[in-house]
């Protein structure tokens, strides 16, 4: 019989499959996290969902039930005027299954006495019981209904074009100067001195284009309410190492004062700073403080150069919004006699 020989081929090893990685654990360590966290994402999520469309209802009904007081008359005997009682009266009202309820915060500044009305009818609130309620639920939806109508103010005067042809419009540019720079004559419409406040070309209204008359609006307001203060900006925004453009940081700043409008992030501020519906002049009052402290921030700072400006204003506007998200936030520019 005859055997077949083994063969043996020590020169052929068996390639190892496993992969090797230098930084392995924390490969590991990272997709665990990310893992956790979309897990604690869904569950948020899907509370969130749960609470808001049974578990809310029922809760606010058995509250109701042990004290017999609705959940808008225990936040309006609840909490101080302001920010804390308005803004979770508006959940209240935004979040409410009663239309009645949804479209009171919808509703006009002239049909608001009917609405808490209605609302007290629909929740069988009596006024002898709590006579204070329909006061304060009035007050709250001035608030709510005049902060959106701000907006549409607002934007209404960021659409509005600068036109050289309009006398009002020159007359704003004109006063500005003679605000800011008393002493100086200008020479002519276009020249270059606007340069010396902070405009970057010969004729201010190119500069304009983004904001429209809110950005001009602005830096007049703030001129001719605050003079002392705007020069003194202006004086820092001229200092040869730490200088900017005074007029496009101030048009910069009006943008970032819209931006927060629009996203609701200065109810806080208003809610806390205006008993009653806000106005234009609050908005340009707002425009004052952000002007004045940034200058102040920017000093602080001392950049290198006004090429990193996109990054200090990052900066200025991430410590604006953290103010934003305090309860009794009031951004409100105050002066030393």
């Known amino acids: 019989m005859h055997h077949r020989p083994s063969v043996v081929n020590r020169n052929v090893t068996t390639p190892d499959l496993t992969v090797v990685s230098t930084n392995g654990p924390n490969v590991s360590l990272d997709i665990t996290i990310f893992i956790i966290n979309k897990i604690v994402t869904m569950f948020?999520?899907?509370?969130?969902?749960?609470?808001?469309?049974?578990l809310r209802y029922w809760l606010k009904w058995f509250i109701r039930l042990v004290t017999g007081k609705t959940e808008l008359q225990r936040i309006c005997a609840g909490n101080k005027p302001g920010a804390r009682r308005t803004t979770k009266a508006e959940?209240?009202?935004?979040?409410?299954?009663?239309?009645?309820?949804?479209a009171a915060v919808e509703s006009s500044t002239e049909n608001l006495q009917e609405c808490v009305q209605q609302i007290m009818k629909e929740k069988n609130i009596q006024p002898q019981k709590d006579p204070q309620f329909k006061v304060s639920l009035h007050t709250c939806l001035l608030q709510i209904t005049g902060y959106r109508s701000l907006y549409t103010n607002v934007e209404d005067l960021r659409k509005q074009i600068f036109s050289s042809e309009k006398t009002e419009h020159e007359?704003?540019?004109l006063k500005l100067w003679g605000l800011l720079m008393p002493n100086i004559k200008l020479e002519s419409r276009i020249t270059k001195q606007w340069g010396d406040i902070g405009f970057q070309g010969d004729d201010p209204k190119t500069d304009f284009r983004g904001m429209g008359l809110l950005g001009l609006v602005n830096l007049l307001f703030f001129s001719e309410n605050y003079t002392e203060e705007a020069r003194q900006v202006l004086s820092h925004a001229n200092h040869p190492k730490l200088g900017y453009s005074y007029a496009i940081v101030g048009?910069?700043?009006?943008?970032?004062?819209y931006s927060l409008l629009k996203s609701g992030a200065l109810k806080p501020h208003f809610y806390n700073t205006v008993p009653g519906?806000?106005?234009l002049q609050h908005f340009h009052q707002l425009y004052c403080f952000l002007a004045y402290e940034f200058d102040k921030f920017w000093l602080l700072e001392e950049p290198e150069s006004i090429m990193h400006f996109n990054q200090y204003r990052e900066k200025f506007h991430t410590i604006i919004r953290t103010h934003l998200q305090e309860p009794d936030v009031s951004l409100t520019l105050t002066v030393r006699p």
Do not use: C, H
């Open 171 to 173: 007359d704003m540019l």
């Open 91 to 102: 959940y209240s009202l935004r979040s409410s299954k009663n239309k009645v309820l949804r």
């Open 277 to 279: 519906p806000p106005e």
């Open 251 to 257: 048009i910069n700043l009006t943008e970032m004062a």
């Open 44 to 54: 948020g999520l899907a509370w969130q969902y749960l609470y808001t469309s049974f």
